[in-house]
């Protein structure tokens, strides 16, 4: 299984990302998926997951601002993010799980700063 994750980057606060993770090796659609995060020296955190049923999940920090999605045809998750702030930097991770099989992607960076 591969996950890999792309459209980190530099942002300024009030600003937009587009994260993508790109699936292979998986029978993507009977996943659930989700996005984590981590800043260093802390756990790793939920930010938002979509189930294979296509039910949703958003950590209350992300709540309003963040929107997961997948699409099943393309095996690709995405994580579109509005209204960035500071405390979203952090590294940014896909993760893809079900009946006891757990994947991450390798993570990729994003840094809101002026």
């Known amino acids: 299984v591969q996950l890999q994750a792309s459209g980190g980057g530099l942002v300024q606060p009030g600003g937009s990302l587009r994260l993508s993770c ?17 800043v260093p020296g802390k756990q790793r955190e939920l930010v938002a997951i979509v189930e294979s049923s296509g039910s949703t999940k958003y950590a209350d920090s992300v709540e309003d601002r963040f929107t997961i999605s997948r699409d ?43």
């Open 72 to 114: 099943n045809a393309r095996n690709t998750l995405t994580l579109q993010m509005d209204g960035l702030k500071p405390e979203d930097t952090a590294v940014y991770y896909c993760r893809a799980w079900r009946y006891g099989v757990d994947d991450w992607g390798q993570g990729t960076l994003v840094t809101v700063s002026s």
């Open 22 to 38: 790109r699936a292979s090796g998986v029978l993507f659609s009977n996943k659930h998926m989700g996005w984590y995060r981590q």
